[in-house]
């Protein structure tokens, strides 16, 4: 059993910054790939990025590779997702997920475990 609390969003600025952090609880935190995914009103939920289990695998959506990292410190059971240049496209709630995954860390639906979000609201 995992369970999530995001934090760090907010209001900014086209061409500002976030970093969005996810705290997890539970024992399987550190055998759990984490995803980041987003959703925007009126749209579907969409992948924006994920890190293996050990950190030594990320992966990115096409439309924030270069401006977001992922990172996770297992010390601290806890994932970032840093996001830079943003853009009034990606204003969105953003959601962390975990689940036990080797594969398939892009599909929200593999994940086991979710938190309840935190919304990112970006002003052109």
């Known amino acids: 059993q995992v369970q999530l609390v995001e934090s760090g969003g907010g209001l900014v600025q086209a061409g500002g910054s976030l970093r969005l952090s996810c705290a997890a609880s539970?024992?399987?935190?550190?055998?759990?790939?984490m995803g980041w995914f987003r959703q925007a009103p009126g749209k579907e939920r969409e992948f924006v990025a994920a890190i293996s289990w050990s950190g030594s695998s990320t992966y990115y959506a096409n439309s924030v590779r270069g401006r977001f990292t992922i990172s996770r410190d297992n010390a601290k059971d806890t994932v970032y997702l840093q996001m830079n240049s943003l853009k009034p496209e990606d204003t969105a709630v953003y959601y962390c997920?975990?689940?036990?995954?080797?594969?398939?860390?892009?599909?929200?639906?593999?994940?086991?475990?979710w938190g309840q979000g935190t919304q990112v609201t970006v002003s052109s």
């Open positions: 539970g024992r399987t935190f550190k055998r759990s790939a």
């Open positions: 997920a975990a689940g036990e995954l080797e594969y398939g860390l892009t599909r929200g639906n593999n994940y086991s475990y």
